[in-house]
C-alpha cells in the first residue's frame, strides 16, 4: 500500500526472475494435474470433483515446491535469532528437498519389508518402486545433472577432462549435502577445495576482507574491477542495497569497457554474467 524502499526495490526485483519462474512451472503443474484428476472424476458430481481436483492439484504443488507456510518449517526455520537466520536464509527449498530424501528413505524400508514379508504382491510392490524412481530421477539424478552441467562444464577449467560418470557423482553428492546445514558447507569445502563457511556468516565476513584486501594502499597494482565488485558486495551486507550479482555485473562492465575482458562465445558470456570474468574457475 505504498512505494518500495531502494532496500526493498532491490530484493523484489533481484528475487522476481525466481518467482515468475517458480509460478510458471507451479501453474503448469497445477493445471495438468486438475485436468488429469477432472478427467478420472468424470462420474463423480462436478461440485466434489472439482474439489477433490483442487486438493489434489495443491498438494502436487507442495510436493514438488515444498511450502512457505510457517507450519511446514521445522523448529531450526522458525527461529528468530540472528546467528540462525545466517544458517537458514536460503534453506526454503532445501529443507523440502530434505524432507523428500528423508521420505523416500522410510518409504523404501516400508516397501522393500512389505514385500519381503509377503504383506503386498508385485503390483503394488512395482507401483510403489515406480513412485521412489520418479522421486529419485526428479530430486536427486536431474538436480544433480544440471549442476555438473552447469557448474563443472561452464564454470570450471577441467572438465572436459572429466567422464559423465565423474561429473555427475560430484554434482549428486553436492546436491544430497547441500540438503543438510552445516553439512552442506563440509561437502562444499571438501568438494571444490575452497575454505569451508558456517551459511551466511562467512559469505559476510569475506565480503569484508576481500574488500580491504584490495584497497590495501600498500599494494602496488589495484584491480579497478574487483573493487567495484568489493563494493558492490560490502554495500549489499550493510544495508541490502546492491549485493555481490550486482558488484559482478559492474566488475565486467568496467572490464569490458577497458577491453579487459572481451567475450567471444556463449559460454564467456555465461561465466561474465554469473561471475564477473570470463576466466573459467580452476575445478578440484
Not at 23 to 37: G, N
Not at 105 to 120: E, H, V
Not at 137 to 148: D, F, K, Q, R
Request: hydrophobic content about 40%.
Amino acid at each position: 500500500m505504498r512505494e518500495l524502499t531502494w532496500r526493498e526495490s532491490f530484493l523484489y526485483y533481484g528475487s522476481y526472475p525466481v518467482a515468475w519462474s517458480d509460478m510458471a512451472s507451479s501453474t503448469i503443474l497445477w493445471k495438468a494435474k486438475y485436468d488429469k484428476t477432472m478427467t478420472e472424476l468424470q462420474t463423480w458430481p462436478i461440485e466434489q470433483a472439482h474439489t477433490e481436483a483442487v486438493r489434489l492439484a495443491d498438494y502436487a504443488i507442495r510436493m514438488t515446491h515444498g511450502s512457505t507456510a510457517i507450519t511446514s518449517r521445522p523448529e531450526f526455520m522458525r527461529s528468530t535469532n540472528t546467528m540462525t537466520r545466517y544458517l537458514t536464509s536460503l534453506y526454503g527449498f532445501f529443507n523440502h528437498v530434505f524432507n523428500r530424501f528423508y521420505r523416500m528413505s522410510w518409504k523404501s524400508k516400508d516397501l522393500f519389508s512389505d514385500r519381503w514379508a509377503n504383506r503386498i504382491g508385485n503390483k503394488e510392490f512395482a507401483k510403489g518402486f515406480s513412485e521412489l524412481t520418479g522421486d529419485f530421477m526428479m530430486y536427486i539424478v536431474l538436480p544433480s545433472a544440471v549442476e555438473a552441467l552447469v557448474v563443472e562444464a561452464f564454470m570450471t577449467q577441467d572438465w572436459d577432462e572429466m567422464g559423465w560418470g565423474e561429473l555427475l557423482g560430484n554434482g549428486m553428492i553436492h546436491t544430497v549435502g547441500a540438503s543438510v546445514p552445516i553439512v552442506r558447507e563440509v561437502v562444499h569445502a571438501v568438494g571444490t577445495g575452497h575454505d569451508p563457511t558456517i551459511g551466511l556468516l562467512g559469505t559476510a565476513a569475506k565480503g569484508y576482507t576481500d574488500f580491504f584486501r584490495q584497497v590495501n594502499p600498500n599494494k602496488e597494482v589495484h584491480d579497478v574491477g574487483k573493487i567495484i565488485q568489493n563494493i558492490g558486495t560490502v554495500a549489499g551486507i550493510s544495508t541490502g542495497v546492491g549485493g555481490t550479482q550486482v558488484g559482478r555485473w559492474g566488475r565486467f562492465v568496467y572490464d569490458f569497457m577497458q577491453d579487459e575482458q572481451t567475450p567471444s562465445g556463449p559460454a564467456d558470456w555465461y561465466r561474465a554474467f554469473r561471475s564477473g570474468t570470463i576466466e573459467p574457475r580452476r575445478g578440484h
